[in-house]
């Protein structure tokens, strides 16, 4: 059973390795008052030998095994454009486009059209949008494809920083500058900043490595002469600090090599 089901994929096999080299190439006749010399130097035979060969070359293993390898490396190539495509699309505007409104029938009243199923799925897809589009949506898919160290990163901030200071809510029939102006406004934006400060040093930190953060260099006061500057001991401290940090991210990337 085994061998009869071999043989019926037999002609399968052969038809897909054809279908890249052709036909073999039909030997041609030898003529009746020709001899087998003058037969095997005649140009017709001489083309069948050509292109023989070439069909030969054509069907070897070797050559069957590197189309299979170059079809692979195009399908490939093929689905990894498609997946950039599709990636390059979804980070451009992951939210499409705005849902177009459907177009209200002549004569149809208000209470009716709002009442159409067209008009309720239409509703129901600019909710969507409109909440993809929201602050809070861009930040929650910021937060999905951030990288493995956010929950650390996040764990860092909050153990010093705390909580990011929330934004006072606004009364009723207060202007927007006069919102700003308040007090709580006032302490909220000086309270932000300290945080924003705290956090971005706190998001240094978490992700320095083992060597810790790389040496701030010191700040050169206006007019200070270049040679002064570099002799100041703050610079003499930023250089021992700087060559230690550079020392120790050496040795780490010799050992993980």
Known sequence: MKKFLFLLFIPIICIS???DCGERPIKPLLLENQT??????????????????VWRTCMSPRAMSERDEQKIKESLQLKSEIIL???KEKISDPCGEK?????????????DYIKTSSYIEYKKNL???????SPQGISKRNQETMDKDFVKITKAIFEDCGEKPKKPIRAKGL????YKQSPEHVEYRK???????CSSASKKKATAGPC???????????????????????????????????????????ANK
């Open 99 to 111: 849902p177009e409104k459907p177009a209200r029938e002549t004569g149809q009243k208000h209470d």
């Open 127 to 133: 909710k969507a949008w409109k909440k993809c589009k």
């Open 85 to 87: 495509e599709k990636f």
């Open 175 to 178: 202007n927007n500058e006069e």
């Open 191 to 197: 309270n932000l900043k300290l945080w924003k400060q």
């Open 36 to 53: 087998k010399k003058e037969y095997k130097k005649s140009n017709i035979y001489l083309e069948y030998k050509k292109n023989l060969k």
């Open 17 to 19: 390795q054809n279908s």
């Open 212 to 254: 810790g953060e790389k040496p701030e260099k010191p700040f050169r006061e206006e007019g200070m002469d270049h040679q002064k500057y570099r002799d100041t001991p703050q610079h003499l401290e930023y250089q021992k600090k700087l060559k230690i940090w550079r020392d120790c991210n050496v040795e780490l990337r010799k």
